[in-house]
Structure formats: structure tokens, C-alpha cells
């Protein structure tokens, strides 16, 4: 079946016309590396900042499906915790966006395709949501399968956001492993609800695609906040199809090594550059790329180019890409034993962290508690010797591993509670992008501005569903009002950029005339 009767967009006669977006600076670039280094041959790191910009009122339009477990065991208070979210999700879409609806038991059904917000399918969408019944089996293969075919028959689809947003209570017991199956390059964020669901299942899904995260929501009360939290980035995508490509300069570098998650990347051996995949970027999101140079020995002090960057994006459907930048740094004829920027051992602080909880839950999964209890313990040790540790970022990383160290007292309390947190965290810093690890309230790593206001929104609108909630384009309204430059701020501080780039290529070009 195709599923390509997708509601065309219809203005509404009170909206009036929509800014042309500004496509330069949405993303702003920092370079973070020593500026000295000796003459011989040495190795260098350099920590890329990728910041988006701020949200603005030309943001693109989201293509969302939901795609909902009703299988036999959400009924109950499970089901009526899906539909307070649903309809908490409902009301903060706009007339820009469209949502469809698909939900999954023994087979999947899509109660509608993807229609656009508007007060009148505002209402029909609640009432599809507050009709919801749970029975049997859980097929998240066909609930899968079915929203993504939502979204790859749309006959509307240019610059537009899209994402799935997936949630099981369950083990899969029918149609095959979804693990297995091919999401392309839709974001799917998937969330285990309850304490018997399967997060290894959920989290392949997540990580088979360009930046999707899987939540572990084991308390049934958070799914609202849970669900608005992917709701706050997906309406605040300020640039799609990012892009960074280092490349080394030839004679002076070799790209040894770029961590940047699991985040796809490509190499260009002839070239000597390797480009990273970041799919969808949010407003304020941050990525960090440390890369790892090894500098050529050379004979004489001087200035040397040694890594040459350029990113690409696109909004609106209209491609951007930034002029290339370079990192220059002095030649000395001394050998210097530098400290390492402290931003960059952060960084490794956090990679070093994420890596342990990594190994920590392959111990406990081969039943190996002990094990992970002392890698856990290690990595706790190895915090209190960060140069940083007022760092909010090391706070949030000693938190972490204390919940996780709590989750493994028992093998018992791990199956149920302690591997999906595990894997919630690995998922969260492999994309560099907030996931809900059981409590939505206490971790908040990677969480951005919006969200934190979803969060609070999420939980009045849980005390009282028939309270007012605002919608995302009042979000926007307020934003702007307490910042009225911030949408032109990132245009502004690119072209100053471009500007000091190009008399700094142009005094390189004197210097070596002289």
C-alpha cells in the first residue's frame, strides 16, 4: 500500500506570509587546539565546535508520525499516559506541521496520513487519540515499517523536517526483528515505556538512523516530558544535511584519527579528508569533532597551515556552503610540554566516560556484574583527576555513573532497569543529543534551551491537560521578544568571520611574496 494522499499545505487567511530565511550563518564554527608546537614530528589536537543558531519564526516545516504500541499489555494506566502525550504533542504542532498517526499490536494500522494542524484536525486527531484501545501482540516491525513508509510516499516533501517518534511497552513477539530493518535517512527516536520493554531492539532502531536516540522511560508518569523533548528539538531543526569535512595539508599533516560519535563518516584518501554525516542540527545543539593530527617534522620556525575545514548544510531547501577555514599554527624550534587545551581534555572526559558505560554494560550483559560495577567505579576515580571538575558538564558525567552504579546491585535490578539506562546513555553521547535515561529531570546532558521549557510545559500540562499550552509559534514569539538580534546575530557573526578570513588570506599572501 501507498500512503502518498498527504495533506497539501493550505495558509491560513490570518498567518500572512513567512520570512525568507537567511541561510548563512545558522551554525557557527570555533576551533579549539594549542597555537605553538616544536619542529619535529609531533601530534596535534584539534577540537571543532559546531553551534546551531538560534530559533527563529522561518524554522521548516515537520513532517511527524508517531508510531504507538496498543498491544495487549498497555492497557490500562499505559495507554492513558500515551494519550495525555499525544495530545500534549497535538497542541504544540502549528499550521506548518503534519502529523500522522500510525499504531501497532498483532499488525499496523495508520489511523490517518499525515494531516496538516489546524483547529479543525486538531480536534479530529484527539479524538483518534482518546479512541485508542490496547490488544494484542507487538509487532514493532510493521509499526516501524508502516511510518516510515508515511514519510517516503509523501507527495509534499521539499525542505521539510521529518522524524518518527516510536514507543513500546514490550518484547516484539511477532513480524520479525526490527532491528533488521533499513530506515534510510529518517531520524527515528524511539522510546521504551515501563520496565519490560526491549531496549537493545529500540536503541538498533534509533541507531540505524542519522541522528535518532532512544529514551528509557521507566517510569510511566514521564512520557509526556519524555516525548517533549524529542518534540523541542524536532521544531527547532535549524539547519538539515550537516556537514564537516577536514582535509590535511599536504606536506604539513596527516588526519590520524576523528572522533565524532557514530555519527557516518566518509573518507577521500586522495584528498587526505575525512567528512562526518550530522543529518539534522538543533537550535543551540553543539557537536564536537576532535580531530588528531600528526605534524611533519620541518627545518625552520614558522607559520604552517596544517588543517583546512569547510561545512555544507541546508534550509528551506537551499544548500549552503561556508568557505573553507584554517588552522594555522607557530613552528618553534623548541621541544614544548603544553597542557592540552582544557576544552579539549573535557571532551576526552566525556568520550573516556561514555566509553566505560560502554564496557561496563557489555560486562554486566555476559553476567559479569562485578566487572561492570569496578569499570564503573574506575571511571568515577578517573573524574577526580580532570583539571575542570566544577565543569557542570563533569557534574552531570559523576551523576551518571552513580545512577548506573546504583542500577547494577543486583543482576535482577540490571535486566530490568540498569541495560536500558546503559543503553539510553550510549545512544545520548554517540549523537551528542539529549535521551531520557529513566528520569527526564535529573540528567539533563545535551538538553537545549527549548527543551528545558518543553519540560516545564510538559509537566503543568500533566497536572492539568485542559490548562492553555502554548503553541510553538508563541514559543518563538517569547523567544524572540527576549532577544530581538538573536535571529540576525549568526548572519552577522559569519560575515565578520568570512571578512577576517579573507585579510587573514590576504596577509599569508603578502608575508610569502616578501
Known amino acids: 500500500m501507498t500512503f502518498n494522499d498527504d495533506e497539501m499545505l493550505v495558509s491560513p487567511t490570518d498567518s500572512g506570509s513567512r520570512p525568507t530565511p537567511i541561510v548563512p550563518g545558522r551554525v557557527q564554527l570555533i576551533s579549539i587546539n594549542n597555537n605553538t608546537v616544536p619542529l619535529e614530528e609531533t601530534k596535534l589536537k584539534v577540537m571543532l565546535e559546531l553551534t546551531g543558531g538560534d530559533s527563529s519564526n522561518d524554522r521548516p516545516g515537520l513532517d511527524l508520525v508517531a508510531v504507538l504500541d496498543v498491544s495487549g499489555s498497555m492497557e490500562g494506566e499505559k495507554i492513558s499516559k500515551v494519550k495525555t502525550a499525544m495530545l500534549f504533542m497535538i497542541k504544540k504542532l502549528s499550521s506548518i506541521d503534519r502529523l500522522s498517526i500510525v499504531t501497532f499490536s498483532g499488525d499496523a494500522r495508520r489511523l490517518c496520513p499525515l494531516r496538516q494542524i489546524s483547529e479543525t484536525s486538531q480536534r479530529e486527531l484527539e479524538n483518534l487519540i482518546n479512541g485508542l484501545k490496547a490488544e494484542g501482540a507487538t509487532n514493532i516491525t510493521a509499526g516501524l515499517k508502516t511510518g516510515l513508509n508515511v514519510l517516503n510516499d509523501r507527495r509534499l516533501s521539499g525542505g521539510r523536517v521529518v522524524g518518527i517518534m516510536l514507543m513500546s511497552d514490550g518484547e516484539q513477539n511477532a513480524g520479525g526483528d526490527a532491528a533488521q530493518v533499513p530506515v534510510g535517512n529518517v531520524p527515528v527516536h524511539t522510546f521504551g515505556f515501563g520496565i519490560n520493554h526491549e531496549p537493545r531492539v529500540l536503541k538498533a532502531i534509533a541507531q540505524n538512523s542519522v541522528g535518532g536516540t532512544f529514551s528509557d522511560v521507566q517510569n510511566t508518569d514521564n512520557l509526556s516530558k519524555a516525548f517533549s523533548q524529542c518534540l523541542a528539538g524536532l521544531l527547532t531543526v535549524v539547519v538539515q544535511d550537516l556537514k564537516l569535512t577536514v582535509t590535511r595539508i599536504e ?142 558538564l563533569v557534574e552531570m558525567l559523576r551523576s551518571e555513573l552513580q545512577q548506573l552504579l546504583k542500577l547494577m546491585k543486583s543482576q535482577e535490578i540490571y535486566e530490568k532497569q540498569g541495560r536500558p539506562f546503559a543503553l539510553s546513555s550510549e545512544t545520548s553521547h554517540d549523537r551528542q543529543r539529549f535521551a531520557s535515561r529513566g528520569d527526564v529531570e535529573s540528567l539533563r546532558l545535551f538538553a537545549t534551551p527549548r527543551m528545558d521549557k518543553y519540560l516545564e510545559q510538559a509537566k503543568s500540562f500533566d497536572e492539568d491537560p485542559s490548562k492553555p499550552l502554548p503553541s510553538v509559534d508563541e514559543d518563538v514569539k517569547e523567544e524572540i521578544a527576549a532577544n530581538p538580534l538573536a535571529p540576525i546575530v549568526g548572519p552577522l557573526t559569519f560575515y565578520i568571520q568570512a571578512a577576517i578570513q579573507s585579510l587573514q588570506a590576504i596577509e599569508k599572501i603578502i608575508s610569502r611574496g616578501l
Open 251 to 392: 606536506d604539513e599533516s596527516t588526519i590520524e584519527q576523528v572522533s565524532a560519535g557514530s555519527y557516518p563518516q566518509s573518507k577521500d584518501d586522495d584528498a587526505g579528508s575525512i567528512t562526518i554525516m550530522f543529518g539534522d542540527l538543533y537550535s543551540k545543539e553543539v557537536r564536537k569533532v576532535i580531530v588528531d593530527l600528526l605534524l611533519l617534522a620541518v627545518d625552520k620556525e614558522r607559520g604552517a597551515d596544517v588543517l583546512e575545514i569547510t561545512y555544507s548544510y541546508s534550509t528551506g531547501g537551499k544548500l549552503f556552503e561556508a568557505p573553507p577555514a584554517t588552522i594555522t599554527v607557530s613552528r618553534t624550534g623548541t621541544s614544548l610540554d603544553q597542557e592540552e587545551r582544557p576544552e579539549v581534555l573535557t571532551e576526552e572526559t566525556r568520550l573516556r566516560t561514555a566509553r566505560m558505560i560502554k564496557e561496563a554494560r557489555v560486562m554486566a550483559d555476559d553476567s559479569k556484574l562485578d566487572d561492570a560495577r569496578d569499570k564503573l567505579v574506575e571511571a568515577q576515580n578517573s573524574l577526580e583527576d580532570v583539571v575542570d571538575e566544577s565543569n557542570p
